[in-house]
Nanobody, 114 residues
Framework: VQLVESGGGLVQPGGSLRLSCVASGFDLGPYFMRWYRQVPGKERELVAGISSRGGTINYADSVKGRFTISRDNRKNTVYLQMNSLKPEDTAVYYC????????WGQGTLVTVSS
């Protein structure tokens, strides 16, 4: 049972990235999925969440209007489209399976810098 994030990298301010989170060993369809981010020395911050069929979506105020969370249950994958990136978006991004037994990915680093 694991989650594997990908898609991070170095991007200039104003640029875009699309993160992916692929589940293996389980079907993520029934689960509420979330993206978090963490800067060294700071607490992990909730970025966005999406319900099992996508009917409920929520975002942190800091990313509203710029980030979009989505999922493709047939591909066992959750996405985070990040547009208009800012230097303060620099962090390691993690996806998480919510529920009685949480599962975290290993994270992918996003660096926004000119």
């Amino acid at each position: 049972v694991q989650l594997v994030e990908s898609g991070g990298g170095l991007v200039q301010p104003g640029g875009s990235l699309r993160l992916s989170c692929v589940a293996s060993g389980f079907d993520l369809g029934p689960y509420f999925m979330r993206w978090y981010r963490q800067v060294p020395g700071k607490e992990r911050e909730l970025v966005a969440g999406i319900s099992s069929r996508g009917g409920t979506i929520n975002y942190a105020d800091s990313v509203k209007g710029r980030f979009t969370i989505s999922r493709d249950n047939r591909k066992n994958t959750v996405y985070l489209q990040m547009n208009s990136l800012k230097p303060e978006d620099t962090a390691v991004y993690y996806c998480k399976r919510s529920g009685s037994l949480e599962v975290w990915g290993q994270g992918t680093l996003v660096t926004v810098s000119s």
